[in-house]
């Protein structure tokens, strides 16, 4: 899934690209993951010299960190541009929207509110989550 900018449509040339990929299993380096869904080497190596910015995911890691409100699963699922879907991002969008239409969670102009019904707030993102953004 692409989100930020680039899937808003609001990027300058210098913006990176974000992405969020979702594998069953983690790699320990960052691109490990990109040579294990037997992508071609070149376009591997190519991303790794391109301003992508890769966020590595099991599908359980991902929603935890929907059901813990953090800011990139969030940010993904309202803006993001799916690329390949095999039923995950299905369904991880309806528990989002679900989400919103209960008052959970409701994007406003400067971020998230994080509403009724929610669990508090910790004030902490995991380190793994959310980079830069």
């Known amino acids: 899934m692409v989100f930020g900018s680039r899937a808003r449509g609001d990027w300058k040339p210098w913006s990176d690209t974000d992405v969020v ?3 069953e299993a983690e790699g320990t380096a960052k691109w490990a993951p990109l040579h294990g869904l037997g992508l071609p080497r070149d376009a591997v190596e190519a991303a790794e010299r391109s301003c992508v ?3 590595v995911f099991t599908p359980e890691r991902f929603r935890e960190l929907l059901r ?3 800011l990139t699963a969030l940010d993904a699922l309202e ?3 799916v690329l390949y879907d095999d039923g995950f991002w ?3 969008k309806a528990e989002f929207e679900r ?3 209960s008052g959970r969670v409701e994007k406003i102009p400067i971020g998230w509110r994080v ?3 929610s669990a508090p707030f910790r004030g902490k993102q995991p380190p793994d989550a959310h980079r830069g953004h």
């Open 53 to 55: 910015e890769a966020r």
């Open 21 to 23: 990929i979702i594998v």
């Open 68 to 70: 813990s409100f953090n």
């Open 90 to 92: 299905r369904e991880v």
């Open 79 to 81: 803006e993001g541009v």
């Open 99 to 101: 989400m919103k239409a």
């Open 115 to 117: 509403g009724r019904g």
